[in-house]
Nanobody, 124 residues
Framework: QLQASGGGLVQAGGSLRLSCAASGRTFSSYGMGWFRQAPGKEREFVAAITASGGATYYRNSVKGRFTISRDSAKNTVYLQMNSLKPEDTAVYYC???????????????????WGQGTQVTVSS
């Protein structure tokens, strides 16, 4: 089970850190991803990290602003979001997959486990 938290309301240019805590199983051997879905839009990939933490992937629009990381000891994945923009407003979901590769990290059907989502609202 994955539990996402840390969302909230922030002004443009501000920062938030999302957390995704795993319970019920150890996700240390799983690749982890963050996706988001804005109202009226399809869910889209945001960032992913391999099980080892040795590789990270980002959608172009968040590169240089967002950072994904993981703490395997705490069974938790983070998404540090800086320089937030109104277009970052969405519900953010974390997800886990046992098979994270360079060619599937952005595909939501690659992920087997999903958290419940946390709302991020960026005001202009």
């Amino acid at each position: 089970q994955l539990q996402a938290s840390g969302g909230g309301l922030v002004q443009a240019g501000g920062s938030l850190r999302l957390s995704c805590a795993a319970s019920g199983r150890t996700f240390s051997s799983y690749g982890m991803g963050w996706f988001r879905q804005a109202p009226g839009k399809e869910r889209e990939f945001v960032a992913a990290i391999t099980a080892s933490g040795g590789a990270t992937y980002y959608r172009n629009s968040v590169k240089g602003r967002f950072t994904i990381s993981r703490d395997s000891a705490k069974n938790t994945v983070y998404l540090q979001m800086n320089s937030l923009k109104p277009e970052d407003t969405a519900v953010y979901y974390c997800a886990a997959t046992p098979y994270l590769y360079y060619n599937n990290y952005a595909i939501d059907s690659s992920y087997d486990y999903w958290g419940q989502g946390t709302q991020v609202t960026v005001s202009s």
